[in-house]
């Protein structure tokens, strides 16, 4: 099924300023751009109108998302290389692109959470807005969905899920009402768990701080697409991909993600000279410089224009130097 890719909710996020940072890495004949999260494609689409003479290689693990955005990018087809991957995959994808995984790389793209596409798709179950299938996978091709984890899990990794990756305050208390529901019926739907969380949070906790179901359901997607996990080996592997000049720009969208990209960009633009020395030791200096102050927030025009772009925390940086050799 054909769906519009042209609407609101898919104006890509933080457009213009990701094209203020990317666009001085871009204007070499044959520059790489690497999207990590191709989702429906805006932004690719956008650099490689804007540059005429780039690559792209495109990564998502979204079967359906590759597919639209391989019928959007058709155009440019003589110049991208779209790979079914996680964003930890960079290196295979380069290979895949025939590039090397090390220093090939002039510009990334870190667009992270959940596409708009997934959001739409009421099947999908990420949204709990909509009564669906309690799925969650961005790659809905394998793998744990949300159901199964609420199925599944004991009491105690239950409530560590929903407190670590959601901020849930009454995380324990979700878990003990899950674990008694679910002897009586196991969990399919979003509206059993959304129904639950009603009947578990508090109604003074309820009047505060968005939906309800809002943290649960960030936690779950988490969970089950093990997206921690993926960012904190996919951010190494794209700083090693970048050429000396190359530039990343990463888009969070939860406290979690942000802080594993500000430590990584920390540790990668941090001097390795011992601070007792005067001087910077041969191929001890930093690797990379921040190139935002903290994180970046969508202005009040961006989000109205795009409402997705609230909660995004954008970083960057670019590689100075290249890696130690021995």
Known sequence: MHRNTD?????PVLLHRADEILGPALHSDGAVYVDCTLGLGGHAEYFLRTYPNIRLVGLDRDTEALKLAGERLRPFEDRITLVHTRYDGIPGALEQAGLAPRGSVQAILMDLGVSSMQLDEADRGFAYSVDAPLDMRMDPSGGMTAADVLNTYSHGD?????????DERFAGKIASEVLRRRQQKPFTTSAELVELLYAAIPAAARRTGG??????????RVEVNRELESLEAALPAA???LAPGGRIVVMSYQSLEDKVVKAEFAKRSASRTPLDLPVE?????????ILTRGAE???????EDNPRAAPVRMRA???????ETT
């Not at 939906?211 to 779950?220: E, I, S």
């Not at 030791?281 to 410089?289: A, S, T």
């Not at 927030?297 to 989000?303: L, S, Y």
Request: hydrophobic share 40%; aromatic share 6%; charged share 30%.
């Open 7 to 11: 609407g609101p909710r898919h104006v």
């Open 158 to 166: 239950l409530a560590r899920v929903l407190k670590t990756y959601g």
């Open 211 to 220: 939906h309800p179901a809002k943290r649960t359901f960030q936690a779950l």
């Open 239 to 241: 700083l090693d991909a």
């Open 281 to 289: 030791l041969p191929g001890m200096g930093p690797e990379f410089k």
């Open 297 to 303: 927030k969508a202005t009040e025009q961006e989000i």
């Open 317 to 323: 940086a670019e590689r100075i130097a290249g890696e």
